[in-house]
């Protein structure tokens, strides 16, 4: 008898800092279109762990720029409602010995890196690993030579922020910790997080977590050629819908890989 392929589930995952683009809507069709294909599931994830930055009224209004568009989710998962997961995969890391509190400020870690570091920033030079106090608002970094070195893998990564103490965790830890907890198998997202992946299935390895596949596409931008932000000009879905669009040939064109006039890809 057969084997049961694994079932594919693949999600979207919206940061609620403002309204989405066709960039996103790229990312969300894709993703959708790729399990429904598979009779997977799809995963809608709210990734409001940011509280200073995130608004509730951007979670409505992406729930409903997704339901105009025709994209419809297996399960919602709103990321703060996820605390006590993230909580213990830090600590687990912690007990590991693989984070440092670190209280270095943007200013100081810019003066005292060398090389900038893809767009991304200055790659964090250790200053204070080994360090062991922790006050309140610290951030807890990933000690990358000592993670690497036990999962064997070699290469040049920053010390990632992976929490701040009284805080709760950030991105890069939130992602994975949910991603296996939703029984992610495929994630589909932007070439802007290329960057991110391996650190995440590092991560994974460490938290004896499943790797789900990865794909990134290329990035959409407008008639600048720069690509999309959320404040570019016209690029929303809300732009797009009071422009008239047609959501079911707008989510043609996109798994179709055609995109609106107006907009181009971004250079990689
Ligand atoms: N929340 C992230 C963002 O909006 C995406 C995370 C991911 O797809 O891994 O950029």
Redesign the pocket.
């Known amino acids: 008898m057969a084997e049961h392929p694994q079932d594919i589930v693949t999600r979207?995952?919206?940061?609620p800092t403002g309204r989405l683009h066709l960039g996103?809507a790229l990312?969300a069709v894709l993703s959708h279109d790729f399990a429904r294909a598979h009779r997977g599931r799809f995963v809608l994830r709210i990734?409001d762990i940011d509280t200073a930055r995130c608004r509730t009224e951007f979670t409505d209004a992406i729930l409903d720029d997704l339901r105009w568009l025709g994209i419809d989710w297996d399960r919602l998962d709103i990321q703060t409602d996820r605390a006590a997961d993230h909580a213990a995969a830090l600590d687990r890391l912690q007990a590991m010995g693989l984070l440092y509190p670190c209280t270095c400020t943007r200013a100081e870690i810019a003066a005292s890196a060398s090389a900038p570091h893809g767009g991304a920033g200055p790659i964090y030079p250790g200053t204070c690993r080994g360090r062991t106090d922790a006050p309140e608002g610290a951030a807890w970094r990933l000690d990358m030579a000592k993670a690497s070195a036990i999962v064997g893998v070699s290469g040049r990564h920053d010390d990632v922020v992976l929490a701040r103490k009284g805080l709760g965790v950030a991105?890069h830890l939130a992602?994975v910790v949910d991603d296996a907890a939703a029984g992610v198998t495929d994630?589909i997202?932007g070439a802007?997080?290329l960057s991110?992946t391996p650190v995440q299935n590092l991560l994974q390895v460490l938290l004896g977590l499943p790797v789900p596949r990865y794909t990134h596409h290329p990035l959409v931008a407008g008639s600048d050629g720069k690509r999309l932000a959320k404040r570019t000009p016209g690029a929303t879905l809300a732009d797009l819908r009071a422009a008239g669009a047609d959501p079911a040939l707008l989510r043609n064109d996109l798994r179709s890989g055609r995109l609106p006039v107006g907009f181009g890809w971004a250079d990689a």
Request: cysteine-free; glycine content about 0%.
């Open positions: 979207f995952a919206p940061s996103h990312s990734e991105y992602v994630v997202r802007d997080l991110a």
